[in-house]
Nanobody
Framework: QVQLVESGGGLVQAGGSLRLSCAASGSIFSINSMGWFRQAPGKQRELVASITSGDRATYTDSVKGRFTISRDIAKNTMYLQMNSLTPEDTAVYYC???????????????WGQGTQVTVSS
């Protein structure tokens, strides 16, 4: 079993910054990819940013140039630095990890519990 613990959400004014963290623990043999999703009220969950095992990062268009995804391999921790926040960024942010739990295992995906980000105008 794999556990994800998120932290760093909160309330911030427009133009401000927040840094989200997602720490993974448990039976992880290798990490295939990690990503941040968000879900605003009444909207579908969307992929915000992802990073592969080769540290290739991708972003949804609305956050390009403002958000930066990174990870600390030694700590199995992923970060999302969010700058120049706008009210449209308000959502619950979820981290997601895709891992192998053994050398011959299939890929498994896990979700964090979610952390609220609220940006006031």
């Amino acid at each position: 079993q794999v556990q994800l613990v998120e932290s760093g959400g909160g309330l911030v004014q427009a133009g401000g910054s927040l840094r989200l963290s997602c720490a993974a623990s448990g039976s992880i043999f290798s990490i295939n990819s990690m990503g941040w999703f968000r879900q605003a009220p009444g909207k579908q969950r969307e992929l915000v940013a992802s990073i592969t095992s080769g540290d290739r990062a991708t972003y949804t268009d609305s956050v390009k140039g403002r958000f930066t995804i990174s990870r600390d391999i030694a700590k199995n921790t992923m970060y999302l630095q969010m700058n120049s926040l706008t009210p449209e960024d308000t959502a619950v942010y979820y981290c997601n990890i895709v891992v192998r739990i053994a050398i011959t295992s299939s890929l498994y995906g896990y979700w964090g519990q979610g952390t609220q980000v609220t940006v006031s105008s």
